[in-house]
């Protein structure tokens, strides 16, 4: 008798993790392994906002909060938004949750019935497909390449639109590409999702900080679907917060009830003394957690600078979040030291067992012809992991 759901059969393992634990594997087996796969801030949590956490400890904040999260974190969330991203939104409209990945189910699980489609431009990160098949709805991917920056155009989106079109979701800054819509860019694809009134932009800005070289641009800014746009966004990436799992959404009131309603019935309020701690981080300046994103963007030159000098990666330069997303289609379908490489996923596998350098695939992020490296990683690593691929490639025998 089979006991799995067909909703469980829909899913994948989440390709990232698939790697990080081959990683500690081979670890686990004497092998001196660098891992570049995980998307995670290698700094400590700051020291106010770890005081925040002990103080709300020592308080004894550790009763249920309100499902959509204490009043006093939604407020500071409305602050942020309007103090750095110009918009305006009620505590009402606000729903902490565990993690940004809860925060986007919740809008999902609110407006996705069987058979719905979601717009997912390509690169995405890992979950997202996985997310629309577990609420029962389908992915409609919409490719793009490094030539375009891996940015998805507003004529690509309009050709992507159907009658069963219920959203579009992605990231910007983007989690594999790095790159990040510009307010031109969403300017754009406003006007195409304005005209069609079914549809929510499910907006995520977890990388809203780590943007090096442009104002980061939320679509929610566009009066004219303000209505239909869920921003998400959380603690882990800027703050280092990975572990607290605290993420948001800000949106439109019905959505919002609709986010309470759901998360009430799933995992009600989020971690209390996380969401203590969080009101320190988003009520501090910005630029004083700014030397994170001054370090990672130091990283991203030297890897660039690097990268470009391995045969067979075609790299473009990111200007947002902290990965590289090299194309390496040189080596589809090739042998390189006797190994057939059929997938970028083979690839990635290949640089694990030969170069001892753990990245992740390209075929979970929608994309076949290339691999994702994170650089949140220290100096010495990066250069080293950079050496070792290199120097295998440039020595490697390749029919």
Request: aromatic share 10%; hydrophobic share 40%.
């Amino acid at each position: 008798m089979e006991k799995y759901s067909d909703r469980l059969q829909r899913l994948s393992f989440s390709q990232t993790f698939v790697m990080s634990n081959k990683v500690r594997e081979l670890r686990a087996a004497g092998t001196d392994i660098i891992s570049l796969t995980l998307g995670e801030p290698d700094f400590d949590v700051p020291a106010d906002i770890q005081e925040a956490a002990h103080a709300a400890i020592d308080n004894n904040y550790s009763h249920y909060s309100p499902v959509p999260g204490f009043l006093e974190l939604r407020e500071a969330v409305c602050k942020k938004l309007k103090r750095d991203n110009g918009l305006e939104y009620l505590p009402s409209q606000i729903c902490v949750s565990t993690g940004a990945k809860q925060a986007i189910l919740n809008v999902l699980a609110a407006i996705i019935n069987d058979g719905d489609e979601v717009i997912l431009p390509a690169p995405f990160w890992v979950s997202y497909d996985e997310m629309v098949k577990m609420m029962g709805g389908k992915s409609v991917i919409v490719t793009t390449d490094i030539s375009a920056d891996f940015k998805m155009t507003a004529d690509q989106l309009r050709e992507a639109i159907t009658p069963k079109t219920k959203a579009l979701l992605y990231s910007s800054p983007c989690n594999p590409s790095g790159s990040y819509y510009t307010y031109e860019e969403l300017e754009a694809i406003a006007a195409v999702i304005a005209e069609h009134p079914q549809i929510t932009v499910i907006s995520d800005e977890i990388y809203e900080y780590i943007n090096y070289d442009g104002t980061h641009t939320s679509i929610a800014q566009f009066s004219e679907i303000y209505e239909q746009t869920a921003v998400i966004n959380g603690m882990s990436k800027a703050f280092a917060m990975t572990g607290w799992r605290i993420g948001y959404s800000a949106c439109p009131k019905w959505l919002a009830e609709a986010c309470e309603k759901i998360q009430g019935q799933m995992t009600s309020g989020a971690n209390t003394v996380a969401q203590k701690a969080s009101v320190t981080a988003l009520n501090t300046d910005p630029q004083q957690y700014r030397y994170m994103i001054e370090e990672f963007g130091k990283r991203r030159d030297i890897v660039y600078n690097l990268m470009k000098e391995i045969p067979g990666f075609k790299v473009n330069y990111p200007q947002s979040a902290f990965y590289f997303f090299p194309d390496v289609s040189f080596y589809l379908d090739k042998k390189i030291n006797g190994t057939l490489i059929s997938s970028v996923d083979d690839f990635a596998m290949f640089l694990l067992e030969n170069a001892h350098v753990g990245c992740v695939g390209g075929l979970s992020f929608g994309d076949g012809h290339c691999i994702r490296f994170s650089y949140a990683a220290s100096e010495a690593e990066l250069r080293e992991a950079m050496r070792r691929i290199k120097d295998l490639l440039e020595n490697a025998e390749i029919l």
